[in-house]
């Protein structure tokens, strides 16, 4: 359950979560202190920078990389391009403004950058001479460039996007007469997924593959046909083959894709002709294709899809035409991602997360896996994303790196040398000079209904001492198959300056521990994770340095589940945040924008056949149990789990007149960060609504 960064907030919302945030802080007794000089506060939301998506030259001596910003002024995320020698020198912005520039790609002789901005307006691409700094916009497309690829000569660029279909007619309306003013036509919904979170309704028509010359001449469609010629959801580019003649991608060109979203294939398809032919055939997912430096393998990621809720990603080894694929990973247990070969072709560079700590590694052929560097992120959330690298023809690389008290840094280093990385751009370190953070602390524990090791965390307030006693905020992931780690969460950190100890652990069903770690939520959940996360707070308390009269919970997205789980579970908890929850999972599973996904993965049928489990496993099935205050917030344009499921609980608690809010986000979808302003606003709501239980 993921969210996205796109459009501004109108000046009148802002003035209304504004004056909604006035009321309710006017209305807890006593009022909450000023925070304290030096610390995080909620905006600076708009001030902290993040740094990403790092490419090595292939010559190894330059990165570019993308530093994403909040504009404070129109209330977007933006991004511009950065560059950094490898020895740390001469870090300096490539492009300027507010504007959002992103997927820089440096072409194979490295004397030119290829990258995609809206600086006109609409995403198009662009390509800078890195000798004289021209640049040239070109292509000047309707709908937005994804997955740019430079050909191996230089000369063509391929990149995928939407072409639009005919619109759907079931009436031929009349039009209104000369000068009338009737409101929009009904909209006209026939596939299964017709909306998408952060899309919104999806119209009628497909994404393609182009190709376009380097100099913005000879833009031509590749592929044809209504199939989306791309991932289950819509990434990665795709890869030329040494010669140039052809192009391999992952999609699911198949009839009805969307009953059947995960089972991708890799395909081949002809750049001159737009012939394409599927290279593997299997029930599950085939991602990420990548050739070697001579054109005779293909590596990928996948598994053998068995519809459960978590299944590790492997990494496979097939010869160009598809034949003796073959998995590498067999008896590795964590998810592969990412894998590009090494120029020599003596093994495949790839990302996974072991234990929250997402690493950079090579994999040799026979599946030995050789670490080369930790701690890959980006900063902007505690989740494993942002695990994006690059390697030089030299063996120099570079990798997005994060720590609890980290954000966004790049860092390089050389494959000869494992583990020998240093920091060659810091974004936030003049800000951050500033500033005490909440110091971070890893942690184990036993949970309480079966003995298993769990792992966790705990962020103390800036200037903490141990001899006090302090609230405690415990912040539950979402996923549910997902894992908090030790990456920098500014959210956390503002909750942390704000006086709590802000505590969160990886309950069973988080990832990176293992497949079968994972699906101990397997059609079981919400369920024993509970314990997990109450034997966390426990382990917490006994620390001697928690107030165990003021708890507090909140959680997001799968996080919200379990958030008003645990209200229904227990009332040890003052107060509780449930953002953006599923509350009834008969009304989610037919009411949500991936429809397939809980009745194929998550329960065993779809909820007229199998009610029973999808009420026993529903929060609101459990509602007349809750006695803890509990407010929910939810974006108004949230199609992954819409605000009926807030809604639902809301109004339950209401009838039996348990103290309640319920936040409604305009504009938002799944997430509530679309807009710079609403996450300040969601993390002031939370405060607020804490504070007004004895909250610091």
Known sequence: MSSIRIRPLAPLVAAIIVAAFAVLTAAAQPRPAAAPSGVLVPMDIFHVRYDSDPQISPDGTKIVYERHFADIF??????????????????????????????????????????????????????????????????????????????????????????????????????????????????????????????????????????????????????????????????????????????????????????????????????????????????????????????????????????VGHQTTHLYIMNRDGSDSRVVTGSFDRDIREPHWAPDGSGIYAAFTDHADSKFALISSSGQVHVLAQHLGTGDTTYTAGVSFSVARDGHFAVPYTMIDLPGAIAVGDVSRPGAIRIVDNPNREFLADKTLGQGHEFTFKSSYDGREIQGWYITPPNFDPARKYPLFLSIHGGPFANWGDRFDIEKQIWAAAGYVVVYVNPRGSTSYGEAFANLINHAYPGHDFEDLNSGVNATIAKGFIDPHRLYVAGGSGGGVLTCWVVDHTTRFRAAMAMYPVINWYSWALDADLPILGSKYWFPGPPWQCWQQYMERSPINLVGNVETPTALMTGLSDYRTPISEAQQFYVALKLRKIQTMLIAVPNEPHGIERFPSHQVAKIMETLAWFHKFGGP
């Open 74 to 307: 129109h209330d977007r995320w933006r991004s511009n391009l950065w560059i950094v020698n490898y020895d740390g020198r001469d870090d300096r912005p490539l492009t300027t403004g507010d504007f959002s520039d992103s997927f820089p790609r440096w072409s194979p002789d490295g004397t030119r950058v290829a990258y995609i901005s809206d600086r006109d307006g609409h995403p198009q691409i662009y390509v800078r001479w890195m000798d004289t700094g021209q640049t040239a916009e070109i292509t000047h497309l309707t709908h937005p460039p994804m997955g740019i690829s430079w050909s191996p000569d230089g000369k063509d660029i391929a990149f995928t996007s939407f072409v639009p279909g005919s619109p759907t007619v079931l009436a031929h309306l009349p039009s209104p007469p000369p000068g009338a003013k009737w409101q929009p036509q009904p909209l006209l919904a026939h596939k299964l997924v017709w909306r998408f979170n952060g899309r919104g309704r999806i119209p009628n028509g497909y994404i393609q593959i182009f190709v376009v010359g380097a100099d913005g001449s000879g833009l031509h469609q590749v592929s044809r046909g209504d199939y989306n010629f791309s991932g289950a959801f819509g990434g990665g580019a795709p890869r030329w083959t040494p010669d140039g003649k052809d192009l391999i991608f992952s999609a699911n060109l198949r009839p009805h894709a969307s009953y059947d979203m995960l089972n991708t294939e890799v395909y081949q398809i002809s750049v001159a002709t737009g012939d394409w032919k599927p290279l593997t055939n299997r029930l599950g997912p085939d991602n990420a294709p990548a050739l070697s430096p001579d054109g005779e393998k293909i590596a990928y990621t996948g598994f053998n899809d068995r519809y």
